[in-house]
């Protein structure tokens, strides 16, 4: 039985690592899990309570900066208050519209919240893409983070 646990953790992490990409995966999230379960399986012997919890901590920084990144990049460039609250409720909305949703969403909210404020199309167009760079930049933190999570569970499972 402890093999299926192993295997079914293992899978648990490879999705988690393509969630960290794609966006339509909560990846962060099925990376811990998987990570739980392998320590579980070998009854917290090899990474306790105390592992798990800096490596919770570590994927609970991913996500935040993943989910607060479209903001960051569109307040980079000066975007207006509207804009900013745009890229986080596109960044939001976004998720219940899978691939699509969350890569247009920042952009779209950005640009809507921009051109509320009175902005041109074209200063309302470069606080969006500033927001999608913002996005991207959140991605590669994420799966970071990710490679880090599972470092810090190997570097426990092998020297503790």
């Known amino acids: 039985m402890d093999i299926v646990l192993y295997v079914v953790a293992a899978l648990l992490v490879v999705a988690g690592v393509a969630g960290a990409i794609l966006p339509a995966l909560p990846g962060i999230p099925l990376i811990f899990a998987g990570l739980w379960l392998a320590a579980g399986t070998d009854g917290y012997r090899h990474v306790g309570l105390w592992w ?80 999608w760079f913002g996005m991207l930049l959140g991605t590669l933190v994420k799966l970071v983070v990710s490679l880090v999570m599972i470092g810090l569970f190997g570097f426990a499972f092998l020297f503790n």
């Not at 920084?61 to 208050?81: H, P, Q």
């Not at 219940?96 to 167009?125: C, I, K, T, Y």
């Open 52 to 131: 798990l919890l800096g490596i919770a901590a570590a994927g609970l920084i991913g996500v935040g900066v993943d989910f607060i990144a479209g903001t960051l990049g569109a307040k980079r460039v000066g975007a207006s208050s509207l804009a900013l609250w745009g890229a986080a409720i596109g960044t939001l909305v976004g998720m219940f519209f899978g691939l699509p949703g969350l890569l247009l969403g920042p952009f779209l909210g950005a640009v809507a919240g921009e051109l509320m404020s009175g902005n041109s199309a074209l200063r309302s167009a470069h606080v969006g893409v500033s927001a």
